[in-house]
Every structure is written in structure tokens, then in C-alpha cells.
């Protein structure tokens, strides 16, 4: 059983800092790709910033140049560093693994984590 456990939301001031950790768990054996999503309520859920096992980056437009992704792959982490949080950061923050390869094989859609909730506001 995979599982995905973030840490790190939290409520902060316009301009701060805030760094959000994610560790899955489970006998895992690699993992493609691991990200960030967020939803701000009434929307949809979008991507915010995802790192292939090679190194390969992709973020949103909305956050390049504050925001920037970092992954374990021997310990199966990922974490995202935000810097100059703005009100229009504000949702729910989810962690995401696609194509984990487990003894039981690769599942066909990827893994989320119950999220985490960031709060820029002052």
C-alpha cells in the first residue's frame, strides 16, 4: 500500500516563505514523477511544480522564479520551496507520485496525498 503524506501548510504573510514536504510510503521500488498540485476553492486542480526521477522540471507559469521543486529519489521525498507567497497562492496544496512501480506493479493512474492547506493572508 503506497501512500503519500505531506507536511509544511500553514498560514503566512504576503511576501514569506513557506516549504512543503512530501514522503511516500510503501514498498516501492521507483517512481517516474513527483509533484505538486494545488485547488483554490471553486476551482479545478492544477499543477504547480513536478520532477521526473532524471531531473526533468515542469512549473506553472504563475509560480517560476518563486517557487522551486526538489526531490529524493533514494528516499522517495519531494519537497517545494515558496518564496514571495502571494494571496493568490492560497489553496490546498497535494502531493502527487505517477507511475510507482510496486512488486505488485505499475498502477495506471498516479497517487495523491490528502494535502495540506496554505493560507497567505496578513
Known amino acids: 500500500q503506497v501512500q503519500l503524506v505531506e507536511s509544511g501548510g500553514g498560514l503566512v504573510q504576503p511576501g514569506g516563505s513557506l516549504r512543503l514536504s512530501c514522503a511516500a510510503s510503501?514498498?516501492?521500488?521507483?517512481?517516474?514523477?513527483m509533484g505538486w498540485y494545488r485547488q483554490a476553492p471553486g476551482k479545478q486542480r492544477d499543477l504547480v511544480a513536478r520532477?521526473?526521477?532524471?531531473?526533468?522540471?515542469n512549473y506553472a507559469d504563475s509560480v517560476k522564479g518563486r517557487f522551486t521543486i526538489s526531490r529524493d529519489n533514494a528516499k522517495n521525498t519531494v519537497s517545494l520551496q515558496m518564496n514571495s507567497l502571494k494571496p493568490d497562492d492560497t489553496a490546498v496544496y497535494y502531493c502527487?507520485?505517477?507511475?510507482?512501480?510496486?512488486?505488485?506493479?505499475?498502477?495506471?493512474?498516479?497517487?495523491w496525498g490528502q494535502g495540506t492547506q496554505v493560507t497567505v493572508s496578513s
Open positions: 502527487n507520485a505517477e507511475e510507482v512501480v510496486t512488486p505488485a506493479g505499475t498502477r495506471g493512474y498516479p497517487y
Open positions: 510503501g514498498s516501492i521500488f521507483s517512481i517516474y514523477a
Open positions: 520532477m521526473t526521477s532524471g531531473g526533468i522540471t
